[in-house]
Each structure stands twice: as C-alpha cells, then as structure tokens.
Nanobody
Framework: QVQLVESGGGLVQPGGSLRLSCAVS????????IGWFRQAPGKERQGVSC????????HVRNSVQDRFIISRDNAKNTVYLQMNSLKPEDTGIYYC?????????????????WGQGTRVTVSS
C-alpha cells in the first residue's frame, strides 16, 4: 500500500523552527521527486519546496528562501523540511507528495501521490 505520512507539525511562535518529516512506504524513493506543499485557510494549495530523486536538485519558493531547507534520506525513505524563522504567514496544512521524475517542480500538477498533511500554526 502506497503511503506518504507527514509529521512534525504543531504550534510555534514567530521566529521559531519546526522540522517536518514525510515517511514513505509502499514504494522506493529512489525514482521519485518529492515536493512539499501548503494550504492556508481559504487559499489555494501552493508549492513550497521540492527535491529530485538524488537530492542534487532542489527548488524553494521565494517567500521561504533562506528559511526552509529540504533534504532526503533514501535509506530511511524519508524526506524532511526544516523550517526556520517561521512567520504567521507560514501557517497552514503542509503536505508532501511524490511523482516519478528525473528533476522536480513545485507546481502540484505532476504529483500523483499525496499524504494527508500536517498542520503548522505560527502564532504568539
């Protein structure tokens, strides 16, 4: 059974940090790009970051540049999103997703495997 399970969300004060994890089962990460997406209340889902199957190529949306870092451990079938200097506008449900590809994109269209999401709330 193919599963992507996100964890690590929670409530954090502005300026704080969280590390999200995306644990994959039912398929090998070796051939898949992984993306992180988020959806704030009343807004469309937006791409945050992605990493290709080898870890050599990553993309990050401008608004989280220099604050969020994506990484992967294929041996553990897990992808991480380190989020630093969090802001209230980072609040939302964060999803990881996968698709088979050489590179990666933060556009949601190509992704065909999705997790259920983990909630991140940045508030004082």
């Amino acid at each position: 059974q193919v599963q992507l399970v996100e964890s690590g969300g929670g409530l954090v004060q502005p300026g704080g940090s969280l590390r999200l994890s995306c644990a994959v089962s039912g398929f090998s990460l070796d051939d898949y790009a992984i993306g992180w997406f988020r959806q704030a209340p009343g807004k469309e889902r937006q791409g945050v970051s992605c990493i290709d199957r080898t870890g050599d190529e990553t993309h990050v949306r401008n608004s989280v540049q220099d604050r969020f870092i994506i990484s992967r451990d294929n041996a553990k079938n897990t992808v991480y999103l380190q989020m630093n200097s969090l802001k209230p506008e980072d609040t939302g449900i964060y999803y990881c997703a996968a698709y088979r590809a050489q590179g990666c994109t933060i556009l949601p269209g190509p992704y065909n495997k999705w997790g259920q999401g983990t909630r991140v709330t940045v508030s004082s």
